[in-house]
């Protein structure tokens, strides 16, 4: 089965950066799409970065472009989104998700992704 593990949140002081890692079982890794969502308190779930898995092509939020960066590693099956020059309005429960269907289209709707993983929490103050 579909399973999304989200590690490496924490918290960091402003201008800072993280990494947060998503392993991937239980699908055709390669052929899929998989990207990072963020939700604070009282908003909308929102897509930050996404890749085709296949080609490496990807795509940001204009909020976030020139500070994160998303990159995977074909041989552990896992997705990175580095995160540099954090600001206190990054801070959010961070979810890594996967368009099994994607085909190639690289998106940042949260209604193309069927499967989510848990979460992992970035605070920065």
């Not at 990207?35 to 308190?41: K, L």
């Not at 996967?98 to 190639?104: F, Y």
Request: charged share 20%; with cysteine.
């Amino acid at each position: 089965h579909v399973q999304l593990v989200e590690s490496g949140g924490g918290s960091v002081q402003a201008g800072g950066s993280l990494r947060l890692s998503c392993a991937a079982s239980g699908f055709s890794y390669s052929s899929s799409c998989v990207a990072w969502f963020r939700q604070s308190s009282g908003k909308e779930r929102e897509g930050v970065a996404a890749m085709y898995i296949g080609r490496d092509t990807t795509d940001y939020a204009a909020s976030v472009k020139g500070r994160f960066t998303i990159s995977q590693d074909n041989a552990k099956k896992t997705v990175y989104s580095q995160m540099n020059s954090l600001k206190p309005e990054d801070s959010a429960m961070y979810y890594c998700a996967a368009d099994l269907g994607c085909m190639g289209f690289v998106r940042l709707q949260r209604y193309d992704y069927n499967y989510w993983g848990q979460g992992t929490q970035v605070t920065v103050s």
